[in-house]
């Protein structure tokens, strides 16, 4: 352990990247003192799945990230549903909700993001009833309560959660639209042209959807959501009707508690290569309420990337460790709709200095794109079949060199007799499961190691447990291993 870690570490934040720190922190070090502040009461769950619990498709027993024995098991005192209140640098102390004091060598913030509620008309005094936020698990339960009696439900905001929000109410039954101010869907993520196959493809699972809806305020009858206000394009107003409204509206990273104790913070708290504070060096951040090299990071592969290197730096075991960016990758997590998105996906055909490689095939709702400059990966967008997304994003992450034939990045295996191939012709670096990092060659050799399924892969390595859209990868692999087994390939 790093002597500034000799009086225990501290970790604010018991989300993806808190709970994923205090794993990897005790798989190499079983001895130093950790302790875990959840302000949640319950025990870390895979936020990415919220989706398919709201849709119903998904217990939310069964996206837990940790067993409740697992902390007295492992030695580590986790406060669930006390939140820390207040940061003493100077006693190197943090005091929470409890009225406890707890002293810290290093203090790791993980406070993640919180979501935004625009101060709108109707919203200004907190949130009526049947208008809520898609952020948590106990958001998720109030929605299910609250879809059982609605009828009809608006989402305001089109992008990733907003999306994930109105598949999981259609999947209950209601009939959802959804009201976004910019001109396509996901605009952060996706071209106009996805933008207007994914609304197709929406329209298809029963899903409306409005775009430049300029949102005004919500209509709020004896305390309950009547309805929300539109801007008319030549002025005045119109209302939509609804008794349940879910708002997407986007998250702000949860930095209150690091901007009360004086800590450096932009729109995260601003952490070096070693995921320290500028401000303090015996703080450390991650995730989604980190800023990193002018970056802040939404998504969950790169802070457990983050999570792993700072385990490595304060355990000792790796202390050349350091996390210098990452590569953002979004997947869209809903029943019905497969999407994978990286990179500078905007750029069109007359755009200069890149080659842009399309299909699109609206009626199926299947749109591939891939945006090529200086003969390297730079973007792309993967919507209603990803089969290509683990070649691109290998491609992507690693700048590698592009094959001639560009049309073998949308379509990999077109101009291979069978499908079937595809684990033969990977070489073993090639990433399988990108949230966790995990190459072909690792599968391989859990395999060697004993493992039979992908469950136990899943259980060594952790594939298949992020966004889950590598499942079926890691079950071909192991499948193809299975197969080979007689032959001495095992």
């Known amino acids: 352990m790093s002597p500034e870690g000799t009086a225990g570490v501290v970790v604010v934040g018991n989300g993806m990247a808190g709970s994923r720190l205090v794993g990897e922190l005790r798989a190499r070090d079983a001895a130093t003192p950790v302790t875990v502040f959840g302000a949640e009461p319950q025990r870390p769950y895979n936020r990415v799945l919220l989706s398919n619990v709201l849709a119903g498709l998904t217990r939310p027993e069964h996206i837990g990230l940790v067993d409740a024995a697992w902390y007295a098991s492992h030695g580590v005192d986790a406060r669930l549903g006390v939140e820390v209140t207040r940061v003493d640098r100077a006693a190197r102390t943090v005091h929470a909700s409890d009225g406890t004091a707890t002293p810290y060598g290093t203090l790791v913030l993980a406070t993640g993001s919180t979501a935004f509620v625009p101060p709108l008309p109707g919203l200004r005094d907190g949130l009526p009833d049947g208008a809520l936020v898609f952020r948590t698990l106990d958001d998720c339960r109030r929605i299910c309560d609250l879809a059982e009696s609605a009828r009809r439900a608006l989402v305001v905001g089109g992008g990733l959660l907003g999306i994930e929000a109105a ?126 090299r002018d970056e802040v990071y939404g998504l969950v592969a790169p802070a457990w990337e983050q999570a792993d290197v700072l385990a490595g730096l304060l355990a000792g075991t790796d202390p050349a460790a350091r996390f210098t960016g990452a590569r953002q990758i979004t997947r869209l997590k809903a029943a019905g709709i497969e999407l994978a998105s990286m990179g500078e996906t905007h750029f069109g055909d007359d755009d200069a200095g890149v080659e842009v490689v399309r299909f699109t095939d609206a009626a199926r709702g299947t749109y591939k794109k891939a945006v090529i400059r200086d003969g390297r990966l730079i973007g792309a967008i993967l919507l209603g079949e990803t089969a290509a997304a683990g070649t691109l994003t290998q491609l992507y992450d690693r700048a590698a060199p592009l094959p001639a034939e560009r049309h073998g990045l949308l379509f990999p295996g077109l101009d291979t007799p069978a499908r079937a191939e595809a684990p033969l012709r990977m070489p073993d670096a090639a990433t399988v499961c990108h949230c966790n990092d995990v190459s072909k060659g690792r599968i391989r050799a859990c395999w060697e190691r004993g493992a039979r399924t992908a469950g136990d892969v899943a259980r060594e390595t952790r594939a298949g447990t992020g966004c889950g859209t590598c499942r079926d990868a890691v079950e071909g692999i192991v499948a193809w291993l299975a197969g080979q087994e007689p032959a001495g390939v095992a």
């Open 167 to 292: 598949r999981g109410l259609a999947g209950r039954g209601l009939d959802v639209t959804v009201l976004h101010l910019a001109g396509h869907l996901m605009e952060r993520q996706l071209d106009p042209a996805a933008g207007k196959v994914l609304a197709r493809t929406l329209a298809s699972l029963g899903i409306g959807t409005r775009l430049r809806a300029a949102v005004t305020g919500l209509r709020v009858s004896d305390g309950a959501v009547t309805g929300v206000e539109l801007a008319l394009p030549g002025g005045g107003t119109e209302t939509a009707a609804a008794d349940l409204v879910v708002l997407a509206c986007g998250v702000r990273p949860e930095t209150a508690l690091a901007r009360d104790a004086g800590l450096a913070v932009g729109r995260g708290v601003i952490v070096d290569d070693e995921l320290r504070s500028v401000t303090d060096p015996s703080v450390r951040a991650i995730g989604e309420c980190s800023e990193h």
